[in-house]
T-cell receptor, first 115, second 113 residues
Framework: SAVISQKPSRDICQRGTSLTIQCQVD?????MFWYRQQPGQSLTLIAT?????????ESGFVIDKFPISRPNLTFSTLTVSNLSPEDSSIYLC????????????FGPGTRLTVL | GENVEQHPSTLSVQEGDSAVIKCTYS??????FPWYKQELGKRPQLIID?????GEKKDQRIAVTLNKTAKHFSLHITETQPEDSAVYFC????????????FGSGTRLSIRP
């Protein structure tokens, strides 16, 4: 499976500010996914980051709040804008496996706390 | 929209006994069903998966069964050990593309010594 890293691993931010999270993969992948995991909850897909095109957002998530960049096939960023305490979560990126089976592998996550 | 329901939300079993976690899905086009294990403070790890053309798959102490007609799939862990304690998530692909998956709500499994 791919080696996936995220930066930062954790951060504490003030409300009203923004945090940009980076996801780096050691191999080229067509799609990268961004998830949110609220405390004690399951994983919710925020958007799919496609290289060379706009990200595709899931219902309930909008580009103004969660802008995404995908400059190349190994890197993506997710920005969480205009932070509020409700944004306190773990944010994870994931990438598909090498085959076309559908498996996904996750980065280590970024724990965000908003004060 | 698409939905995956998972039960139970918590499960406590005696070490050495078996554990079963059940999920149902709503999208009849789903054809890929992975299971993830998430230990405290760590990322979800894929432990086993099954595709819709197979009814059962086994890997050592873990097995997954799929009933496409009923839209049910289950995770079975036999001879449970303390290191099996974690949160387990089922998931199902959205549609037939298998590129996006939707997760169940999770099951917190505790193994009693």
């Amino acid at each position: 499976s791919a080696v996936i890293s995220q930066k930062p691993s954790r951060d504490i931010c003030q409300r009203g500010t923004s945090l940009t999270i980076q996801c780096q993969v050691d191999s080229q992948v067509t799609m990268m996914f961004w998830y949110r995991q609220q405390p004690g909850q399951s994983l919710t897909l925020i958007a799919t980051a496609n290289q060379g095109s706009e990200a595709t957002y899931e219902s309930g998530f909008v580009i103004d709040k969660f802008p995404i960049s995908r400059p190349n096939l190994t890197f993506s960023t997710l920005t969480v804008s205009n932070l509020s305490p409700e944004d306190s979560s773990i944010y994870l990126c994931s990438v598909p496996g090498q085959g076309s089976n559908g498996e996904q592998f996750f980065g280590p996550g970024t724990r965000l706390t908003v004060l | 929209g698409e939905n995956v329901e998972q039960h139970p939300s918590t499960l406590s079993v005696q070490e050495g006994d078996s554990a079963v976690i059940k999920c149902t899905y709503s999208d009849s086009a789903s054809n890929y069903f992975p299971w993830y294990k998430q230990e405290l403070g760590k990322r979800p790890q894929l432990i086993i998966d099954i595709r819709s053309n197979v009814g059962e798959k086994k890997d050592q102490r873990i097995a997954v069964t799929l009933n496409k007609t009923a839209k049910h799939f289950s995770l079975h862990i036999t001879e449970t050990q303390p290191e099996d304690s974690a949160v387990y998530f089922c998931a199902a692909s959205i549609g037939s593309s298998a590129s996006k998956i939707i997760f169940g709500s999770g099951t917190r499994l505790s193994i009693r010594p």
